[in-house]
């Protein structure tokens, strides 16, 4: 029997665990920190039936919508009194520093509240045909919501996907990532001592080729939310197609932000440190490709190497800049890939390389010059703190730069010139446009992408409408 902490699958209200007991590491030192039960098949069938049964119950669903706003506003009291515990087990499991992991279960907390706002104001409307005819529309809930979730922030994109579709009366079944799913469980405790019905919320921690792609084919699931991959997205959009089953999808970026000859290059590199550091670049909309025009390029590449050279590294608990990545996996991958732009002709002005003498995942912050823009450094993501600079000469050079990947999450301008800048930002291809701050937004706004990042969106009031479908009930009222 192992001595470490154990984590559990929550299916039907009822903590549950397993034959083979999945081992998670600490990316600070590589020792083991903690276990999680390993959901199979018969597992997934069970959380299905579970949240199937909910649905059909009419527990969610056909209670009074304030019901549904007093659950999700306890969900987000408990996820806050669970913040100090949660946010600690986070740190270690995923390499990310307390402060981050603090900030997540209160993002978290804040998307429960901010959908709570609007379970009780999901309405139709009346639609005039003319004398003997009363119609209208109500949104209903689409029944089981299989949500597919990554390892960069469980607990944040968890709950985003989560409190939208409770507020709208789903059932949901959530997979966890398999290399950092022990916080999300925390989401599931504050879900029970919310009260919330048996079966609205079941958790499995289980692999994605087996336990996901289970989930994503099942009979009983009405809709797909997934977060993660591009490849990983199209394959579970062709399974998808089979049933027809309606999906979000949130996939990966090279986000682009281009600073203009007038730019605050003090905004600009906080937004550097913020925009590829943050997380160690394990983000989804980092900001990975800084265009800066030609006649501020070397004051911003110096500034910028300034700024990488300064950081401090270490273990998440002591809240350093930058902290190490996930797996060794992920290491692997972004040195790999810092290497390969080395041997194609790129320069690399610090860093390119993990942080020797320490058994942890650390990966120096790296930046790099004179990229090729047909190169896999320019045109593909890293998922590290790896940043990209390159000069410009016009605006349409610039845009052109920007747009020229095949990825349109967010992208950003950095200009005191607000016309210039919001004529800029307009020609830009993503879901989100950040002028003058990278991450500029909160829970109220919406997020998703175009092209392969994506479609859908997330956050925001415009995503609740993701997790409901329109009826529409036309009554002829008089005799003819
Ligand atoms: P991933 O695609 O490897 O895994 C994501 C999830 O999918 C995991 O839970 C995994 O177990 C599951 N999965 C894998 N194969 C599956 C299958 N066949 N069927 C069903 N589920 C399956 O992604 P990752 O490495 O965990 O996350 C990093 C990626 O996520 C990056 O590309 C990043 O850009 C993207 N991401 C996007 C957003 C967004 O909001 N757009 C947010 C965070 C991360």
């Known amino acids: 029997m192992s001595t470490l902490d154990r984590y559990y699958n929550y299916i039907g209200g009822a903590w549950t665990g397993a034959d083979t007991w999945r081992v998670i590491h600490d990316p600070a030192t590589d020792a083991p920190y903690a276990e999680i039960a390993e959901a199979s098949i018969a597992d997934a069938d069970a959380a299905m039936a579970a949240a199937r049964r909910c649905v059909a119950s009419g527990e969610l669903s ?121 916080a999300m469980t925390f989401l599931m405790t504050a879900c029970e001592r919310a009260g919330l019905p048996k079966g609205a919320v079941n958790l499995l921690c289980g692999t994605g080729s087996v336990v996901g792609a289970h989930l994503v084919q099942h009979p009983d699931t009405n809709q797909i939310v997934f977060t993660g991959s591009v490849p990983t997205g199209q394959r579970i959009l062709r399974d998808a197609a089979e049933r027809a089953t309606p999906s979000v999808m949130e996939l990966g970026g090279k986000s682009a932000a281009i600073v203009h000859a007038d730019a605050d290059i003090e905004q600009v590199i906080d937004s550097v440190k913020a925009g590829i550091f943050f997380n160690a670049g394990q983000v989804c909309s980092a900001l990975s490709r800084l265009l800066v025009h030609r006649s501020r390029f070397n004051e911003v590449i110096e500034r910028a190497r300034v700024l990488a050279e300064g950081l401090s590294i270490g273990p998440g608990v ?163």
């Open 62 to 182: 056909a209670v009074r919508p304030a019901q549904r706003v007093t659950w999700l506003l306890a969900i987000a009291d408990q996820i806050r009194a669970l913040t100090d515990e949660a946010a600690l087990v986070l740190c270690r499991e995923n390499g990310k520093s307390l402060e981050v992991a603090r900030g997540e279960f209160i993002e978290a907390a804040r998307y429960f509240e901010y959908y709570a706002g609007m379970a009780d104001k999901i309405e139709g409307v009346s639609i005039p045909l003319g004398d003997g005819y009363l119609d209208f529309t109500s949104y209903e809930p689409l029944g089981v919501s299989v949500q597919i979730v990554p390892w960069n922030f469980p607990p944040s994109i968890c709950a985003r996907s989560l409190a939208p579709a409770l507020a709208a009366g789903n059932a949901v079944v959530i997979k966890s990532p398999e290399v950092s799913p022990l």
């Open 318 to 480: 002591d809240n350093p800049d930058l902290t190490p990545l996930v797996s060794r996996e992920q290491l692997d991958q972004v040195e790999g890939m810092c290497r390969r732009a080395i041997q194609a002709g790129a320069t690399c002005l610090t860093g390119g390389e993990r942080v020797s003498g320490t058994r942890g995942y650390f990966m120096q912050p790296t930046l790099f010059t004179d990229v090729a823009v047909d190169s896999e450094i320019f045109q593909q993501e890293v998922f590290g703190p790896v940043l990209v600079i390159h000069p410009f000469d016009t605006e349409d050079e610039a845009v052109e730069l920007a747009n020229g990947t095949q990825f349109g999450l967010v992208a950003g301008v950095f200009d005191s010139q607000l016309d210039r800048a919001l004529r800029t930002a307009r020609r830009l291809r993503g879901g989100q446009v950040f002028i003058n701050e990278w991450f500029a937004g909160g829970v109220e706004t919406p997020f998703g992408g175009v092209g392969l990042s994506g479609f859908g969106r997330e956050k925001g009031q415009e995503a609740l409408y993701s997790y409901v479908q329109t009826r529409n009930i036309a009554i002829r009222v008089k005799g003819a």
